[in-house]
Structure formats: C-alpha cells, structure tokens
C-alpha cells in the first residue's frame, strides 16, 4: 500500500494516509486521510496563521483506479486569521492540486470530465463515465465545461470572417477564423456590422488581412471598426456569382439563337434499325402529371409574371404574395415555368438526341422500339425517362424538333468555362458552329473566358479591362456581375493579389455546423461557443504532437 497510495494521490506529502478500504455500499475505494500541516496561509492577505480552529469531514472524489472511483474521506481544517486588517476571520485550508473551495471533486477529475464532455457531448461523457469508474450526470459535464477557463490569445494577423446559422434562414452568427494558425479563433450571437465593429473594439483588433465572402455587412463593419485593414475577397464566390450570371446568359441566348446540330449522315445512323411505321404495340402519349407543389410553384410563376407586367416593383410584389426578395428575384427571372417534369432526364437523353431526332422525323415514333434501338449505343436511362422526353415531341412539327437544344445548360457552361482549346474535337466543333450563329454569343463567350483569365491568373489590371468591357457590352448578365463587384472593387482586388481564401473558415463553419447539430441545437451560444473553440485547440494540439501516447508515458514513468 505504501507504494500504491504515492501513484493514486501524487500530493501525498501534504496528507497523513489512515487507511485505505474498499466500500462495497457505493462501490468505491475509500481513502481516509488528514491534513498534517502545522499552518497555514490565508487567501485574502497572504499572512500565515499558526491558530488552528476546528476540523471536519470533507469528501474529495479523484480519478478512478481500474473500474473503481476514488473517494477521499478528508480530515481538513480551518484555521484563524490573525491579522486584524483582514476581512477574512476564518478561512479552510486548501491543498492546491487536491482540492478547492466549496468542489467536492478534484481539479484533474474535473478537468477529465470536462474534456471528455468537449469531445463527446453532456449525455456521450455521462454514458461514457459509467464505464470509466467516475459516473456523473449530463448536467455536471455540461457544468464543467462552462467552468473551463478561456486562454487569452492575441489577435492574429490573419482572420477570416464568415457567417453561420443557429436556424437557417432565421438566425445567424458570425465566426472568426485563424487563418495563420488554420484554428478557429471566436464565435459571436449574429452577423451584424454593428456586432463586427464591436467585437473588433473589445479586443483593440488590428489585424493586417481579413478573408471574407462578398457580404457588404461585413465588409462595413470591418471599414468602421479598423479602417487599415486589407480585406479580400473570396475568390470562389466570385466564381460562383459568375457562373450563376453564365447560366442565365446562356439560357437568354439558347431562347434567342438556338444551336442545332447538323444532320446525321446515313453511314452514322445504326445499321440494324427497322423501320417500324406499323407497329402493333404503338405506345400511347405519356401525360406528365405535376405534383401539388409543381403545380403550385407553376400558378406562382404566372402570378409573378403578371404582376411584373403591371409594372409593380419587387417590394410591392413581395408584400402582396409575403415572398422574399431572393425568391421573387429567381421567379421573375425563370423564362419557362418552374419544374416541368422530372428533373435531369434531358441530360441522360443528351448523347442520344441526334440519333432520335433523325429516325423521330424519319416516322419512327414508337419509344419501345427507340429504346431497344439506344440500348446497345450505351442508352443507361429508364423507359420512362425516354417516353417523358418523346412525349413532349408528339404536338410538335418536324422543324421544331429539329430545332430543340441538343445539350442541357449545364454542358454549355461547362463547355464554356473549359474553353474551345481544352475540348476534343467534337466539342469543338459544336462550340464554335454556335459562335458563329450571333455576334452576342460570341461577344459573351469572349468576355467569358477573359474573366476566367483573369481570375485564375491573378491578374488585376486585366479583371480592371473586363469590368469596363462588361460595363460597355451588351450582355445584361455580365452587367449585372460587374456592378457587384464595382461596390466591393476594393477586396476584389486583393483576391487577386493575396493568396489567402475564406475555403478555411468555410470549413470551420461546417465542423461548427457537427458540434451544432451533436447538441441536437439546444445548446446555448455559451456553451456552443465553450464546446467548439476547446475542442479546436484540442484538435490543433494533438495535431502538432502526433504522438500523445508516448508523451503519457513518460509522464508515467517519471511517478514515484
């Protein structure tokens, strides 16, 4: 025992062990021990007293043995303060490492419990301590980790700033990112400049960048609260504004000056097709029926249509139909309808429309017989996919078939973003047939690629050029994509000449997101922001270590 009870209770010297039992009733090892010290100082005044007043019974729990709690049933003591300029009369002696005031648990005890509540969650750690020897309730880990202490950190020279939401669409907070030392750095209860501005003054911030998405909130709130500061933009939503305006853009010009594939010659045709003008299993027209919300979005559609051409602007419309700016916007945009069938059976017709078109014209119009014709060309989709696309071909003449779009939006723009040299030869050659149709398609496929140049290269003074091309073309599109960026011209700029990028802070926003949602989102922002930014330290330090094992061992070793 006298070798065991040293490696159980490090802080020995300050104790006089009286025996050590095991209780069978509470199922725990109890260490009956007390306090040998002849004085003791006072916490207020730092003087010693050598007047002892009185003992009593305190009981400690520690870190389990094996399976088995640790209870120590502690003689203490409180003593007198002699000092007569003392407020404090009487004070308990505290063994610093064993106990504190008015806890009935040790702080490594505590500290275990916490950490293990940072990583696995109030309910997961009480589940967990069952079988670890040191059983308490959710709500004490929860308390624990409230109580953990903060570590001051200066400000970092590098921030990222971003928003994230405790419900989305209702409520958002902001994160502050680290993103010279990739840790997260503080989380704040919403995404107002007035809150930016604050913060930045609480903690006398100065930092010499900040990454940021393309919110003007913050760009306002990071101008007001420290005005040297380069801010920078991030590069991947301006892409993303980009490529959204390209869709759109394609979308009006294949409506205006639609691309046709030139016809298949005979040799191209399959050779084993039989004309089956007669079949006697003819299909009948498939009648795509809307869902109740296909319906309704399609009765919204024309509503929003209507009221546009009254002339009512997007604030009168949106009080009258209780629709959010964001939603009216993408209504009155949409040229068709919303939702028309089955989203993204044209894309797996897409390689094969050629082939159908020509034999449809030709008076092949059984889709049984057209599918067994596809199949062996590589055709993978479904017999209803193949029958919805046919079915909207019946009411149609010849030339408007022939005239139908061939490949979907989303190959055009990705044709486009890849550029003509990186496409093969076919690509190629569909890609420039349409250029050539209208000088606007070609005007926008120039401005295209010069912004995605631009971009990737780093080049300021040329997204400078494109942003007056953009401004003087006549892509309504692109205008629109370049006022955006003139009202934050600034930070876009730096985009192109820091390398830093708000993808890290995007990331933090999605491990911020897990913690979140593990809470079952009923954790206050306190405790949110208590659980995540320890758990981030955490993580980076087991990161820097790597080797947390061996680390513990030595520790081990070196106990007496």
Request: hydrophobic share 35%; glycine share 6%.
């Given at each position: 025992m006298t070798v065991y009870v040293p490696v159980v209770l490090p802080h020995q010297e300050q104790l006089e062990i009286l025996s050590v039992q095991f209780n069978a009733s509470v199922h725990c090892l109890d260490v009956h021990a007390q306090l040998n010290s002849q004085f003791a100082v006072c916490p207020v005044c730092h003087q010693p007293s050598y007047s002892l007043h009185r003992r009593y019974r305190r009981t400690i729990y520690d870190l389990p043995t094996g399976t088995f709690p640790i209870r120590i049933v502690l003689q203490s003591q409180i003593w007198n303060c002699k000092n007569s300029h003392c407020p404090k009369k009487r004070f308990a002696e505290q063994v610093p490492g064993l106990m504190q005031g008015y806890a009935r648990r040790t702080p490594r005890l505590r500290s275990r419990l916490a950490h293990l509540g940072v990583e696995a969650g109030g309910e997961g750690t009480a589940r967990l301590s069952v079988e670890m020897g040191i059983p308490w309730s959710a709500d004490t880990v929860l308390r624990e980790i409230r109580a953990l202490p903060e570590v001051p950190r200066p400000v970092p020279c590098i921030l990222g700033v971003d928003d994230w939401s405790f419900r989305k669409g209702r409520r958002y907070g902001t994160i502050w990112y680290d993103v010279e030392h990739h840790s997260p750095f503080d989380i704040m209860k919403d995404r107002s400049s007035e809150t930016v501005q604050t913060w930045l003054k609480e903690h006398s911030a100065s930092p010499r960048v900040v990454t940021r998405d393309s919110s003007m909130t913050y760009a306002d709130g990071l101008t007001r609260g420290t005005p040297k500061t380069i801010q920078v933009a991030d590069r991947f939503h301006i892409l993303q504004n980009f490529v959204e305006a390209l869709r759109r853009c394609i979308t009006r010009l294949d409506a205006q000056f639609p691309w046709t594939e030139s016809p298949l010659s005979v040799n191209e045709v399959h050779e084993n097709v039989e004309e089956s003008l007669s079949s006697p299993w003819i299909v009948p027209p498939v009648q795509i029926s809307?869902?109740?919300?296909?319906?309704?979005?399609?009765?919204?559609?024309?509503?929003?249509?209507?009221?546009?051409?009254?002339?009512?602007?997007?604030?009168?419309?949106?009080?009258?139909?209780?629709?959010?700016?964001?939603?009216?916007?993408?209504?009155?945009?949409?040229?068709?309808?919303?939702?028309?069938?089955?989203?993204?059976?044209?894309?797996?017709?897409?390689?094969?429309?050629?082939?159908?078109?020509?034999?449809?014209?030709?008076?092949?119009?059984?889709?049984?017989?057209?599918?067994?014709?596809?199949?062996?060309?590589?055709?993978?989709?479904?017999?209803?996919?193949?029958?919805?696309?046919?079915?909207?071909?019946?009411?149609?003449?010849?030339?408007?078939?022939?005239?139908?779009?061939?490949?979907?939006?989303?190959?055009?723009?990705?044709?486009?973003?890849?550029?003509?040299?990186?496409?093969?030869?076919?690509?190629?050659?569909?890609?420039?047939?349409?250029?050539?149709?209208?000088?606007?398609?070609?005007?926008?496929?120039?401005?295209?690629?010069?912004?995605?140049?631009?971009?990737?290269?780093?080049?300021?003074?040329?997204?400078?050029?494109?942003?007056?091309?953009?401004?003087?073309?006549?892509?309504?599109?692109?205008?629109?994509?370049?006022?955006?960026?003139?009202?934050?011209?600034?930070?876009?700029?730096?985009?192109?000449?820091?390398?830093?990028?708000?993808?890290?802070?995007?990331?933090?926003?999605?491990?911020?997101?897990?913690?979140?949602?593990?809470?079952?989102?009923?954790?206050?922002?306190?405790?949110?922001?208590?659980?995540?930014?320890?758990?981030?330290?955490?993580?980076?330090?087991?990161?820097?270590?790597?080797?947390?094992?061996?680390?513990?061992?030595?520790?081990?070793?070196?106990?007496?």
């Open positions: 809307l869902s109740p919300a296909a319906k309704r979005r399609q009765k919204l559609w024309e509503i929003v249509h209507e009221l546009v051409r009254q002339g009512k602007n997007y604030s009168q419309i949106g009080r009258e139909l209780n629709l959010s700016r964001t939603t009216l916007r993408s209504y009155a945009r949409m040229s068709v309808p919303p939702n028309q069938g089955r989203q993204g059976t044209h894309r797996k017709i897409a390689p094969f429309l050629s082939y159908l078109k020509q034999r449809w014209e030709a008076g092949s119009q059984n889709v049984k017989q057209l599918l067994e014709e596809i199949r062996p060309m590589g055709y993978r989709g479904s017999y209803s996919i193949l029958a919805e696309v046919l079915s909207k071909w019946r009411d149609k003449t010849p030339e408007e078939i022939r005239t139908l779009p061939t490949l979907t939006v989303f190959e055009w723009t990705r044709r486009w973003i890849k550029g003509k040299e990186n496409l093969g030869p076919e690509d190629q050659q569909q890609v420039t047939q349409w250029l050539e149709r209208d000088s606007s398609v070609a005007q926008a496929y120039s401005l295209t690629q010069e912004f995605l140049k631009a971009i990737h290269r780093h080049e300021p003074a040329r997204l400078q050029q494109w942003l007056a091309e953009a401004e003087q073309g006549a892509v309504p599109e692109f205008r629109s994509v370049a006022r955006g960026l003139r009202r934050d011209e600034a930070a876009v700029m730096e985009a192109l000449q820091w390398p830093y990028s708000n993808g890290p802070t995007e990331a933090a926003v999605n491990s911020l997101k897990t913690v979140k949602r593990q809470m079952f989102g009923r954790g206050k922002l306190d405790l949110l922001r208590k659980r995540y930014l320890a758990l981030a330290q955490r993580r980076h330090w087991y990161k820097r270590t790597q080797q947390p094992s061996s680390e513990l061992v030595q520790g081990l070793s070196e106990v007496p």
